[in-house]
């Protein structure tokens, strides 16, 4: 079986911890299912906006909506942190300002 530390035993890598970081930047680009999966997750545990999910999960902030019911999974209203209320403006405006 093949371990993270050959990677790193084989100085393609320079700790077991970036072996396993690529492995996962791989796995959620080979699997969108996941990476949706993932980002129902992190937001219903309240580590992730509605924009951040969107992102993560590579869809558009209304598409995000649509998943997160289809999960029964409902929306929080507003951001807590002014940081979080920034990025769902800013892609809110590049949401619209593609329909135009």
């Known amino acids: 079986m093949i371990r993270a530390r050959d990677f790193v035993d084989a100085s393609l890598y320079q700790t077991e911890e970036d072996v396993v970081q690529d492995a996962l930047r ?26 951040k999910a969107a992102s993560l999960a590579g869809v558009s902030w209304t598409q995000m909506k649509d998943i997160l019911a289809e999960h029964h999974v409902q929306p929080r209203l507003g951001s807590e942190i002014i940081e979080e209320a920034e990025q769902e403006v800013q892609t809110l405006r590049a949401y619209f300002q593609d329909r135009e």
């Not at 959620?28 to 992190?42: M, S, Y």
């Open 26 to 51: 791989h796995l959620l680009r080979a699997r969108p299912d996941l990476r949706i999966r993932l980002a129902v997750h992190q937001y219903e545990t309240g580590g992730l906006s509605i924009a």
